[in-house]
């Protein structure tokens, strides 16, 4: 089975000569990148629901093995109670149409207010929610990581539904100092949560938020090779999903962690020689 492996976004202002190639759009970066990684964070979806025609756009420039893992809009995630919040869930998904057949995971990331009082609501959620579609859930509040009565809920239900839980590792950025903007900034948006490593669906989701510095993301990540492997060989598909505090070396260290998996990336295109034109 599959390992899909990408990182948060597509474009950022640092990769091209590295990840991507100089001189385009940010609007052609989607195709540099696809020709590395197969799936992405589909963050901006979290903001807004993207238009029809970008929908179409983003489908024609990746290949037909690509995975989008769009996040549900805030208006059904963080609005209001999540039962009600049922009719704004699939109207999204069926924005997302041009993209059924390359949707990985549908990602509902909760805040940290949502606590055990929402679960009944989630329930809800998840039971209208199409079955043809692999469905993720971040969850934040401290009960859900107390390994008490809230926290076996929580995964009994998700196993019951099928539906993911997302597995995040934010233990590299909190590990040091925030010495730099980046660092600083990381330690205040990233959610400092305990990494509790359970599969409660077909397709696990992992987002490692790393250090800055390659070299001190390796204790943290070298662990987590044998549980993905694990997965692997049981067959399922695994979602990992690499950044960094302010990603520029987010796509080194996914290089890294693939090697390690036995699982290279192909060369990014920014680093490819630029061809050389004929003197005649």
Known sequence: MPLYLGLSQWSHAGWPGNLLSRGLKSTEHLADYAKVFNTVEGNTSFYGVPDTHSLQRWEAMTGPDFRFTFKFPSAVSHQGRLADNIDPALAFIEQLTPLHHKLGQLMLQLPAACGP?????????????????????????PAFFAKGEAERRLNRLLLEQSANRIIMDSR???????????LADAQQKKPKVPVHIISTGKTPVVRFIGNPSLAANTPFWQP????????LNEGKSVYLFVHTADNMQAPLLAATIAEALNAPLPAFPGQKPEAQGSLF
């Open 224 to 231: 987590w090779l044998p549980r993905l492997q694990g997965w």
């Open 117 to 141: 009082e929402q679960l009944d609501g989630l329930a809800q959620l998840l039971d209208a929610l199409p079955n043809e579609f692999e469905i993720g859930v971040e969850v934040r509040h």
């Open 172 to 182: 590299p950025v909190f590990a040091v100092p925030a010495t730099t903007p980046a």
